[in-house]
């Protein structure tokens, strides 16, 4: 069982950043791929990153393209988000995620889920 905390999020004003951080446990690189998802209130939740086997390759949504990064540590077992530019659309809870298929951007597809953390980007 793959255990997933999230932390960092916070209220930031338009065309700022934050770094969110997703420490895991029982995480094992070899098996697990690890992904970003974020949910804003009434709306369905959407794949932010998906990252490839050991971190090699990284999709990414089409709202956060050239604006987010994410990295995988595997040494720390840990996986962060670098969100620059922020915009208000980007508020939302955000969720970081494991499973055993990698790159992929459908929910379903991941087996373990953290508890999230809130990011709110004021005008």
């Known amino acids: 069982q793959v255990a997933l905390v999230e932390s960092g999020g916070g209220s930031v004003q338009a065309g700022g950043s934050l770094r969110l951080s997703c420490e895991a446990s029982?995480?094992?690189?070899?098996?697990?791929?690890m992904a970003w998802f974020r949910q804003a209130p009434g709306k369905e939740r959407e794949a932010v990153a998906g990252?490839?086997?050991?971190?090699?390759?990284?999709n990414y949504g089409d709202s956060v393209k050239g604006r987010f990064t994410a990295s995988l540590d595997i040494a720390k077992n840990s996986l962060t988000l670098q969100m620059d530019n922020l915009k208000p659309e980007d508020t939302a809870v955000y969720y970081c995620?494991?499973?055993?298929?990698?790159?992929?951007?459908?929910?379903?597809?991941?087996?373990?889920w953290g508890q999230g953390t809130q990011v709110t980007v004021s005008s």
């Open positions: 995620a494991a499973g055993y298929v990698c790159l992929s951007m459908r929910a379903p597809e991941y087996k373990f």
């Open positions: 029982n995480y094992d690189y070899k098996k697990h791929c």
């Open positions: 990252v490839g086997f050991r971190g090699s390759s990284t």
